[in-house]
DNA sequence: GAAAAAATGTAGAACGATATACGTATAACA
DNA sequence: TGTTATACGTATATCGTTCTACATTTTTTC
């Protein structure tokens, strides 16, 4: 209310304290919700916060407790998936305390491990880090200096800290069951040059498998490109020019798969009945019509409820590791599901 | 180096000092660069600092001084463009001790101010305000506290806070002349339900100039919509069905002219011959082929630099307002330029 | 009704930096 | 040479909370 106040100056818990006519003790038991406070000072203090219009300073708060402030690392701006995973964290955020900050990684471990170093100079009282880059050993190495949450990091033996992931083998899966059963055979993947990722081992694990039980061993194909756009498009391209052009290719990810579309689009294939192509995420993206992209729903809202409920546990005092796995399901569009049967 | 350092320990300030076998207000000088250190005494510490692998605590600066945090305030995280954005903000930071922390307002007035509060509790040093829904006086209550500066908010006699941007009047001129030249007539703009935003202001003036000047101000037609993607999706429908379907439809953004797109597609309408589309920002997906959307390039990447730049120089002490204007250029693609001239 | 236990409140030392105020060398000037 | 600047360092109060230890009051138990 009162707009006029100066840079600097601020309303402290001892204000508050001289107000309600109660020590500053009292005032920090209410505001931490702690033991030992009756109904009647807690309803006189939080009278004389609101009065004063008072916000206790997360700085301070973090000198001896907590900031009430979760880092979430992404890995990039640019995939509308992160998006919906950051809906359910706020969901699950919303009424509690805690706020959440968010850093950029660009997906490069030097920037990732970067900003968690900055977030643990900036007393955040937990990180969620999603679809790190980095390896367990790594992971722990943070989570024993604060609790953490991975989401899309398949780990179910870590100890140290939770996982949330859906099951991305099965998601592979049920793309290269759903391409065969529409008839097509040499069913290409397309991945990302990247030893490390877990999602990406259990996402090639599926296909593998899928193409195996589909009897389609021998069209095993994987091909894998960096991030960068150009050189999505500069596979993609080699891809589908080649001498074995396959007539379906699962991509890693949405944002991959639309690139895909694109570069068939420009070598005058007809999607699906020239290529059929599915993604990975079912993000907002899929549903234009332009697109008619075939995809896996792993409810990213779910994961980021969860990881925020998970890593608010943890914060908490939760010692014990839990992982928690979403059952992915196949949306089917039309990118994928051509006009007469093949052969 | 030393993994084993447990939770809640760290090398404090204190313990450089007596590495170094200095006092800590020296090493504190050193951290902050102030004036009355030698060079021998700065190298001594630096080394000391690295040996023990020291970082300040963010949260402890904070209570006296400064925390070398930057909050940046996003409307939603769908939106590609401030993904460029971001990539020249931290361009901009990379060779400072500054880092940015996110946090998404929903485009909701409420959030965002809980955010900028949120914010200003955790004692970050300035923040910068993107696509901000606030209005010029709330922006000045909380340039009155901390510094700030606004991308896409047309303000250029705010004093208190620096703004950044294209001009958007001028980018929407743009593309009502490109459409006039390429045939089009009956040109309809896609806007949003917002009465306080000034891009909007300023893109449907550009739009109602251009109009005028080309001698189709009888066509002027604006049809506005919220975010929720159904709802543009309704009016874009709507919009098409209508008795006096438009030829040609600016969207004031391209994530609209996507949704657009996708609409027309459903409908049977062949672009850009039955339909021209243009939007604004020139993100990555107006490059795919499936849109091949022709857009206003306000080359985000600049504005996130130049805005970074500003807000550091004023965390430093400039008082004085500055207000950076970027010229938008148009990016033409199929979306809008029909293979025969039109009648 | 005394002793024990539980509830409620307070005082004051941290937390890890910054920054002011002040000494002491060293350099510059007359 | 003495005086004055200037450069370089240090001691320590301070920022706004939390939290431990303790004092006091109230409730429970036997």
């Known amino acids: 209310m009162s707009e006029k106040r100066v840079r600097g100056s601020r309303v402290t818990i001892r204000e508050v304290a001289k107000d309600a006519g109660v020590s500053v003790a009292a005032v920090s038991k209410v505001l931490r919700d702690a033991y030992g406070v009756s109904d009647a000072l807690r309803a006189n203090v939080r009278a004389s916060m609101h009065k004063l219009d008072y916000r206790p300073l997360a700085a301070a708060r973090g000198m001896r407790g907590q900031t009430y402030t979760i880092g979430i690392v992404l890995p990039d701006l640019r995939n509308p998936f992160f998006a919906d995973i950051m809906d359910g964290v706020n969901t699950a955020l919303e009424r509690t305390q805690y706020r959440a900050m968010i850093g950029i990684s660009h997906s490069s471990v030097e920037t990732e491990m970067g900003i968690v170093e900055s977030m643990i100079d900036r007393q955040m009282d937990g990180m969620l880090m999603i679809g790190s880059t980095e390896d367990r050993r790594n992971l722990d190495i943070i989570a024993k200096r604060k609790p953490l949450v991975a989401i899309g990091h398949h780990d179910p033996e870590a100890t140290t800290f939770d996982t949330v992931n859906n099951h991305d083998q099965q998601g592979a899966m049920l793309v290269v069951k759903h391409l065969a059963a529409n008839g097509y055979r040499k069913i290409a993947m397309f991945s990302l040059v990247s030893g490390t990722s877990t999602i990406l081992i259990q996402r090639e694990l599926g296909y593998r498998r899928g193409m195996m039980e589909a009897g389609l061993g021998k069209h095993i194909n994987i091909t894998s490109s960096s991030q960068i756009l150009r050189e999505v498009q500069l596979s993609a391209r080699r891809l589908l020019t080649g001498p074995q052009r396959p007539d379906a290719i699962f991509c890693w990810t949405d944002l991959i798969a639309l690139e895909v579309i694109s570069v068939a689009r420009e070598l005058g294939l007809d999607i699906p009945n020239d290529l059929a192509v599915v993604g990975y995420d ?35 005092g939760r010692a014990e590791a839990e992982h928690f796995v979403v059952t992915p399901r196949i949306v089917v569009r039309p990118s994928s599901t051509p006009s007469a049967a093949r052969a």
Chains 1, 2 share one sequence.
């Open 282 to 316: 079912n993000t907002m993206f899929c549903d234009f019509a332009q697109n008619s992209l075939t995809s896996i729903d792993q409810s990213g809202e779910q994961l980021g409820l969860q990881a925020a409920r998970l890593l608010i546990e943890r914060i908490k």
